[in-house]
């Protein structure tokens, strides 16, 4: 079993990123192993354009999510309340964005927002809502799993108790949907941070997400800087999810 | 926002139906201020369904729910201001025993100081004083069963509804809360209390008055005694407690069960119809006496301080509750048995007689 494991799992998550690990220290790559060991790229990789463009990515990725968990959990429980059928109905709407390609989804963004009076096209918000299209439907997906598995038992004895539906969904469901919310909001955010195709199509000059660095580092053949912003990227991910999943296990009760 | 409500509950014409499917049918009940009724059934008699229909959880098809003299058929549940406890509790594991206690005073806006004192006092009723600090999953399933009453009781609600509320609990456990309930209602004589269960224990021994459910139907209703001792049909005869029930044909002075003759009060029944014939297995006594019936002994139950037989009589089951045997009878041995002429009723015969 941990034998097939490691066979899986090497070669398929862990060599890639060690590969980029390796590269982002290396002058040159040319024999078996990375050489010129060197932190130069680190120091281009945390200043200036590329410090900028971590920003932008956290700013955008920590904005679209609240903005998709917010949609996502309203649509969500809202749905709860329909009939079955009108609630597939909406289950499939707000799947769509991950049925369709995310370039489509990029162009649809981009032709709707060019026009006044929704004039967003040239503007940081262009990318914010792309980023929310894209990742409500796993916020929505997540929080509506969640209420299903919810039992209702808990908001029938707060009712009875004298509550009103806002005091139980406030003190009551969504305190208890609280870890479903956070891991959403984890997914979201990683989700949102990696984004490229649709970015590609939007952005304005002046908010440049980090993938759009590393494209672009790539494209003109500087692998090494590019390896090395994207360990940065990696990283910066890495540790906002850990603070969300430190939220998670504080806010679960069983 | 919270209304006191006193005087009891009272069940119009209550029908509650889902996709067409009736699960209440046409309930007419009225319980007392400060009464105990237990609704006894087997599960999918409607007897849950009527409870929600007080709490407000499900909403009559037709018919009325009086609280009161306040008709509540409308309203929505927050609005009633009863009080309810469930099989599984549905403790808030998200917060403390002390603010699970404090929610419904919470909600209704109750101040700050006088929330204290009274989670404190309901706690105390209950026991849970020493608890206070502690989470639900923290806690026993009775302690749990003890905190979601604290806080039915909190806010001193008129009517308590409780839904199977030991049912969850194993037996020695629920003998004990079951006193306690009964201690609960002494101290608060003037809770309006509406008990499920299918156990006919806890019916018997915490209610006022038993109103059995059967089929989305009430099939009677009465003080625990008089539907023991008098049962108006099979149903609840077999339900609320053991019953012999024999087909049999009512005579000038007696029934007819096959060949034998039986003394027993016909009462109204008119000579020649069929009727069942109710007889209580502890009121069965061994050997002879009057209303003899005669048969073979099919299978025997030692039971620590009685013995039941299984008497083949003609065709038909009969059991029997004895004081234990020094020497039991063995199996397939001829066996006399005989109960009192007072101690038998005579039922309307129903389609089936047997089912329970």
């Given at each position: 079993m941990w034998a097939l494991f490691l066979l899986l799992f090497l070669p398929l998550f862990a060599l890639p990123l060690l590969v980029v690990l390796g590269a982002s220290f290396a002058t040159n790559w040319s024999g078996v192993l990375p050489s010129g060991p060197t932190t130069a790229h680190y120091a281009a990789a945390t200043r200036g354009e590329a410090l900028q463009a971590l920003t932008t990515s956290l700013v955008t990725a920590v904005a679209a999510s609240l903005l998709a968990l917010t949609a996502g959990t309203w649509a969500a429980l809202a749905a709860a309340e329909l009939g079955k059928r009108r609630r597939k109905a909406l289950d499939a709407l707000f799947v769509l964005p991950l049925a369709v390609p995310s370039v489509v989804v990029g162009l649809a963004t981009l032709v709707a927002f060019s026009q006044p009076p929704m004039l967003l096209n040239g503007t940081r918000w262009i990318v914010i809502v792309a980023h929310t299209v894209l990742v409500t439907a796993f916020a929505h997906q997540s929080v509506s799993a969640a209420l299903t598995r919810l039992d209702p038992g808990y908001a029938q004895a707060a009712a009875s108790l004298g509550a009103s539906p806002a005091y139980v969904l406030w003190r009551v469901r969504l305190p208890l949907l609280l870890p479903s919310l956070t891991a959403a909001a984890g997914l979201c955010f990683a989700l949102s941070m990696g984004e490229l195709s649709a970015t590609m199509m939007l952005y304005p000059p002046d908010w440049t997400p980090l993938p759009v660095l590393i494209y672009a580092a790539t494209d003109r053949g500087a692998l090494f800087t590019g390896s090395a912003v994207a360990v940065v990227l990696m990283t910066a991910t890495l540790l906002v999810l850990l603070a969300v999943s430190r939220i998670r296990t504080r806010a679960s009760y069983r | 926002m919270a209304h006191p409500t006193t005087g009891g509950i009272r069940f119009d014409h209550v029908t509650v139906a889902y996709d067409g499917n009736v699960v209440l049918d046409a309930l007419d009940l009225t319980v007392a201020p400060g009464e105990v009724m237990a609704l006894l059934g087997p599960s999918g008699s409607g007897k849950t369904t009527a409870l929600r229909a007080v709490a407000g959880f499900v909403r009559p098809a037709s018919g009325r729910v009086f609280l009161g003299d306040r008709?509540?058929?409308?309203?929505?549940?927050?609005?009633?201001g009863i009080g309810m406890v469930v099989q599984q509790y549905a403790l808030f594991p998200h917060m403390r025993v002390e603010e699970n206690v404090a929610f419904g005073l919470r909600a209704r806006r109750v101040p700050r100081a006088e929330v204290r004192t009274r989670v404190a006092e309901a706690l105390e009723m209950t026991g849970?004083?020493?608890?206070?600090?502690?989470?639900?999953?923290?806690?026993?399933g009775g302690q749990q069963q003890r905190v979601a009453i604290a806080r039915a009781l909190a806010i001193r609600p008129g009517v308590l509804l409780l839904d199977e509320p030991l049912s969850a609990l194993d037996a020695r456990l629920r003998s004990g809360m079951l006193a306690e309930l009964a201690r609960l209602h002494r101290e608060l004589p003037d809770v309006t209390i509406l008990y499920v269960t299918h156990d006919q224990v806890e019916a018997l021994t915490l209610a006022d008055r038993i109103a059995v459910m059967d089929k989305a139907r009430l099939r009677a209703c009465g003080t625990p005694r008089e539907l023991y001792r008098a049962p108006a049909n099979a149903f609840t005869a077999s339900f609320v407690g053991n019953a012999n029930l024999l087909p049999v044909t009512v005579g000038r002075d007696g029934a007819l069960l096959g060949e034998t003759e039986l003394k027993v009060d016909t009462g109204s029944a008119v000579p020649g119809a069929s009727a069942t014939l109710c007889v209580r297995p502890h009121l069965v006594g061994l050997g002879?006496?009057?209303n003899r019936l005669t048969g073979t002994l099919a299978e025997l139950q030692w039971r620590g301080a009685t013995h039941r037989l299984y008497v083949d009589v003609a065709g038909h089951r009969v059991m029997a509750d004895v004081r234990e045997l020094k020497a039991p009878p063995g199996h397939g041995e001829p066996v006399s048995l005989h109960f009192a002429p007072g101690d038998a009723v005579l039922l309307p015969a129903e389609v089936s007689a047997d089912d329970r």
């Open positions: - | 008709d509540v058929t409308g309203l929505p549940p927050h609005r009633r849970m004083g020493a608890y206070a600090r502690r989470h639900p999953r923290e806690l026993s002879d006496g009057p």
